[in-house]
């Protein structure tokens, strides 16, 4: 099916909705977003009058059977991404789901099953995958800039800040499917195979060091890309000050950028480092949701975030803390 203007309803209308994504479906072309929903009634109501939405809800069946929705932004925490994405496509509408698609591979599964069986699209929010930033990235290395690539690392860590009295959603395994990891180091590991194609083979290793939470709060994984490149990570949410470095090494270079910042992408090669700026984008979700309405148009481009690819980052993420869950 092919939509003349993509109609857009918002199931859970948080804090993320606010600037990275709700915008952009207003300011894209042939794209609007009609209908937005809470739980609580109230602060429903509150977003759309802020954002000139026509109408909320505070019932997600209510607006997925909308008929003047035509796709469904599921922009809740990751426990409830698997009960609407099958609600939505049940009625036959494309959905465009939150990251981490869901709890674990499994679920991811069951989503996409469903979506294939409505015969309708299942992308899913890793939006790096269409900002300029991570595609000078991937044409630096598609046109040979660093040689064969051999290996890349990750270092990501960064303070405890969490309150054991309030932990948030993100720290509470039965909402997230883990700790910080699933909901920070999936960024990572997505742009990853965006950039170098996908992980078979995975081993890790999780642990509670800082004891906020339940949840692990350090990861540590080695992998083999079907390519033959390999590749550590090391994800740490206990830790002294802050760092996000990644570094693509190849046989006649390397790429160092961050997944979170703003730094410049250097490439250093034997003729010195050449290095390139972007500018975040306003509305981060922007690019990416562009691709979505202009598949679901009939207009060139296609996605680049899939449900298949999301998967696959879910799939890699459970094989690296599967120990430390089974051990409890």
Not at 74 to 84: D, F, L, N, R, V
Not at 198 to 223: C, H, L, M, W
Request: aromatic share 10%; hydrophobic share 35%.
């Amino acid at each position: 099916m092919s939509y003349k203007k993509v109609r857009w309803g918002v199931i859970g209308c948080g804090n993320v909705t606010e600037v990275k994504s709700g915008p952009a479906f207003q300011k894209i072309a042939n794209s609007e977003l009609v209908a937005v929903m809470r739980r609580t009634g109230e602060l429903a109501k509150d977003y759309a009058e802020r954002h000139h939405v026509p109408k909320w809800y505070d019932n997600a069946d209510e607006l997925i059977q909308d008929l003047e929705v035509d796709a469904i932004y599921i922009a809740t925490p990751p426990g409830s991404h698997k009960e609407y994405t099958l609600k939505a496509a049940k009625a036959g509408k494309p959905v465009y789901v939150e990251k981490p698609m869901a709890r674990n591979y499994e679920e991811c599964e069951e989503m996409i099953d469903a979506c294939k069986v409505a015969n309708v699209p299942l992308y899913v929010a890793y939006y790096r995958r269409a900002q300029q930033r991570f595609l000078k990235i991937k044409e630096l290395l598609e046109n040979g800039a660093v040689g064969e690539v051999r290996f890349v690392s990750t270092t990501q860590y960064r303070m405890a800040t969490e309150d054991p009295n309030a932990l948030p959603w993100r720290v509470q395994p039965e909402v997230s499917g883990g700790g910080l990891f699933f909901d920070l180091g999936s960024h990572t590991l997505d742009i990853l195979d965006f950039l170098l194609g996908p992980i078979k083979e995975v081993y890790g290793f999780a642990s509670n060091q800082g004891g906020r939470y339940k949840a692990e709060d350090i990861v540590t994984g080695t992998y083999l890309f079907e390519s033959g490149i390999h590749g550590v990570g090391n994800w740490c949410f206990a830790a002294f000050q802050e760092e996000d470095i990644n570094e693509i090494v190849g046989s006649k270079g390397k790429i160092t950028f961050s997944t979170f910042g703003n730094e410049p992408i250097l490439l250093t090669t034997a003729n010195g480092t050449e290095e390139w700026r972007f500018e975040r984008p306003q509305h981060v979700h922007q690019p990416l949701v562009e691709t979505i309405v202009a598949e679901l148009t009939g207009k060139s481009g296609v996605c680049p975030s899939t449900g298949e690819s999301g998967a696959r980052t879910n799939w890699v993420m459970g094989e690296m803390v599967k120990g430390y869950y089974t051990a409890k």
